[in-house]
């Protein structure tokens, strides 16, 4: 019996066996005739396949793809080849079955999907492997539109002065907090500027594409780093936000070299756009600098984004609602929300009962900005919360036009970001000619619309000068990198400033001559708002020179600069500042130097700039003034 048993087990595994090699042998041909199709159509050539891949030209002719992570390709040379990784990839789907989400079929869904439309593949005859993850991923997400979201700078950040991009892809659901976000960014911790700024532009660093909850990134960006949002809605249909969810589920956790000037956060996304709408190119019309801003402009020229709609962050809620208040009242909602204060002792205080409700609002916020900075505890935070709302509760409602943050003007709204000014001045008497070239990004003085206020940060910031008597130009300086951070504090913020700058600069050395060093130049201090809505600022600064002029060649010296920067109208923005350096080491010069300087915006595009200096270095006076005309491209 019991062989009987065994000899019918046989015979039912070798009948599987033989039925298993039959569908296997269908299998490789069905694969093969697929094969042979998309290469009679060259499909490798088609825009959607170039673009699911990140193809681009190369410098020397071929093609290569932007990504570089070895695991997004599945022929060894698909890098590089396109054939190679369609034949590669087509091949992979006809694999045997593989752990659950690791199939290709899984990996990527973008590649299957066009390729089943190009090539009409019977899905029936392609392996069913196991797709958890990604299955849950289309389901919870459940895409029916999408947008554009720029974070505005960081001011007290290297790696966000810049801004940044990400995309949103919303639900069914009216709420969009509970929608997802593809994010690609920099795995960058460094707050060091001139460590960020090195590895940011020799690709040190490496990006990473994810998707994630978008109140993660509201709370992020609103939340804990203050920064405004400002929100694009993409004019495509379900299907298109479709094939740009398809793509983004197989860019999860993909890296690539992540340079800040070009290969950065906004220009990578592009790729997402392009892939819903391929007929769009909208990674073809960047330059050779990329920045966030830029895909903007470039997006909003192709007519797939709808107006901007204003987010502002907890930080500009809170300046909003403590700018009802006095000073006595900014400082109860202070002491409420730090738990030195009761909020029921509002009521012994002569206030009215306007001031008490904005107090205990101002307050209620402070509170949610401590648990986002944790410093509460969830249960701290619960009991000092609901005891504000309680006594909130008892004073009404609030009209909510009085609490309305009012937003600035859009990123599209600011100027491009590069620069060539051209112009001339009189320095020591003698005229000159200048041409001055900032090829990134925004200077203090630059127009304020659409970009970070107090903030300046610009790299190989040029300009030579052209002096009719000695018949040549002459180098003023070109700055390698030139960072500036002006953060206001108040009662309630108390943020540092910080300065880093690299470069040459002509400086009147101590006989009173001309000599062009190099300098190393770097400051922490603080900043107020002034009277008029601008900003009043100090540094503590430390500068070192280098160059064959100095007495020893290197000289360093301890210093400080003041400065007030004030937009006076929308057109006219104002800097003054003044220095003093007291070399001390290498050199014994002492530095005075005053400056006036002045930008007169002519449309968005263009300015003059009008500067004025005064400088006294060791005795010797020296005077210089200039007038340029701007134009941002």
Request: aromatic share 10%.
């Amino acid at each position: 019996m019991n062989m009987t048993l065994l000899r019918r087990a046989l015979s039912i595994l070798l009948l599987l066996t033989l039925h298993s090699l039959s569908a296997t042998a269908a299998d490789l041909a069905y694969r093969d005739q697929l094969l042979k199709e998309a290469h009679a159509k060259h499909l490798w050539e088609e825009r959607p396949w170039q673009i699911l891949l990140h193809y681009k030209k190369s410098l020397t002719g071929g093609t290569v793809s932007r990504i570089s992570d070895p695991s997004f390709f599945l022929a060894p040379t698909g890098r590089r080849d396109p054939q190679a990784e369609l034949s590669a990839t087509l091949s992979a789907f006809f694999q045997p079955e593989a752990p659950d989400g690791e199939h290709p079929i899984c990996r990527f869904p973008a590649r299957l999907a066009w390729l089943s439309g190009e090539l009409a593949i019977d899905p029936a005859r392609l392996p069913a492997p196991p797709c958890s993850e990604q299955q849950e991923q289309l389901r919870t997400i459940d895409a029916h539109s999408a947008a554009l979201v720029f974070p505005v700078g960081h001011i007290n950040s290297p790696a966000s002065m810049f801004g940044h991009t990400l995309i949103r892809i919303d639900g069914s659901s009216k709420s969009n907090l509970i929608s997802y976000a593809v994010n690609y960014a920099a795995d960058a911790t460094d707050s060091n500027g001139f460590l960020y700024a090195f590895k940011g532009l020799t690709g040190l660093y490496k990006g990473y594409y994810s998707l994630m909850p978008y109140y993660q990134k509201v709370k992020e960006y609103s939340d804990l780093e203050h920064r405004d949002m400002w929100e694009y809605r993409l004019k495509l249909s379900r299907e298109e936000v479709d094939k740009l969810l398809l793509h983004a589920l197989e860019l999860q956790r993909i890296a690539s070299d992540y340079y800040f000037l070009d290969e950065n956060c906004s220009y990578n996304l592009l790729f997402l756009i392009e892939a819903a709408r391929p007929t769009l190119h909208l990674s073809d019309r960047t330059g050779l600098l990329v920045h966030p801003t830029n895909t903007i402009e470039i997006a909003q020229e192709s007519g797939i984004l709808e107006p901007a709609v204003y987010r502002p962050s907890q930080g500009a809620r809170i300046v909003k609602v403590a700018s009802l208040l006095d000073g006595q009242g900014q400082q109860a909602a202070l002491e409420l929300a730090q738990g030195k204060r009761a909020p029921a002792s509002l009521d012994l205080v002569a206030m009215t009962e306007k001031t008490r409700r904005e107090v205990l609002d101002l307050a209620a916020e402070l509170v949610q900005l401590r648990l986002a900075r944790k410093e509460l505890e969830q249960d701290d935070y619960s009991k000092l919360y609901l005891k504000i709302l309680a006594q909130r509760s008892a004073l009404g409602t609030v009209n909510e036009a009085d609490y309305a943050v009012t937003p600035p003007a859009p990123p599209d709204a600011g100027h491009h970001t590069s620069k060539v000014g051209l112009g001339g001045g009189v320095r020591r008497g003698d005229w000159f000619a200048a041409i001055h070239l900032q090829p990134e990004f925004h200077s203090l003085l630059d127009p304020d619309q659409g970009y970070l206020k107090g903030a300046q940060i610009k790299f190989f910031d040029t300009r030579v000068d052209y002096v009719p008597e000695t018949g040549r130009p002459r180098l003023r300086t070109l700055h390698l990198l030139d960072i500036l951070s002006t953060a206001p504090r108040d009662r309630l913020f108390k943020p540092f400033s910080w300065k880093v700058a690299a470069g040459w600069d002509t400086e009147v050395m101590e006989d009173g001559r001309d000599s062009l060093i190099f300098r190393l130049n770097s400051g922490g201090g603080v900043a107020r708002r002034s009277p008029l809505a601008g900003i009043m600022y100090g540094f503590a600064e430390i500068d070192v020179n280098v160059g064959r002029h100095l007495r020893a060649t290197v000289a360093a010296a301890p210093g400080m600069s003041l400065g007030w920067l004030e937009q006076v109208t929308e057109w006219w923005k104002v800097n003054l500042e003044a220095s003093s350096f007291f070399y001390v080491l290498g050199d014994e010069r002492i530095s005075l130097k005053a400056r006036l300087a002045q930008n007169f915006r002519l449309s968005q595009q263009q300015s003059v700039s009008l500067n004025m200096s005064v400088g006294d270095v060791s005795g010797h006076t020296v005077s210089e003034h200039s007038l340029l005309w701007n134009c941002y491209f």
